[in-house]
């Protein structure tokens, strides 16, 4: 291991599940979340010593996260399996009484079926409420097209959540 390797365990324990919950906004399909997640850590652990001094890792573990799910998409792809979030089969939901479980099921669901850079915008804002400067410095766009996503994003959520439930959000 390499000089303050052993701060790495922290590291990974605090941002694994942030970069998970990420993830899960862009992804239905557990096991490529989990192999995004798992190559995002790999990546951060070769880059320890670079990513350590870092006082903010965010915008680098998120944009390597991104980069890593649609590498783990593609070899899906190659491999013949669907990564079209309208073929994956329905997930199999536990019943329970709280509607609010199920509308956020519904939303993760339609966030999914974004245009990628759509989604992408709407997951960094929504779960992790970052700026507009900090949406665009992990997607690598100007911040007048992480606002042109979030619009385009929210108008499509809208529609599609307002035909879902019958009438208006």
Known sequence: MSPGSEDFPRFFAHWEPQVRRYLIWLEGDPSVIEDAAQETMLSAFRYWEKLRGYEQPRAWLFKIAGQRLGDAQQARRKAGLSTDPFEL????????????????????????????????????????????????????????????????ARKALQQQLGESEGGDL
């Open 89 to 152: 089969p329905d997930r199999v939901r536990i019943e329970d009484d709280f509607a609010a479980r199920d509308d956020r099921l519904a939303i993760l669901d339609a966030v999914r079926k974004l245009p990628p850079q759509q989604a992408t915008a709407i997951a960094l804002q929504w779960q992790y409420d970052l700026s507009l400067r900090e949406i665009a410095d992990i997607m690598a766009i100007s911040t007048g097209s992480v606002k042109t996503h979030l619009h385009l």
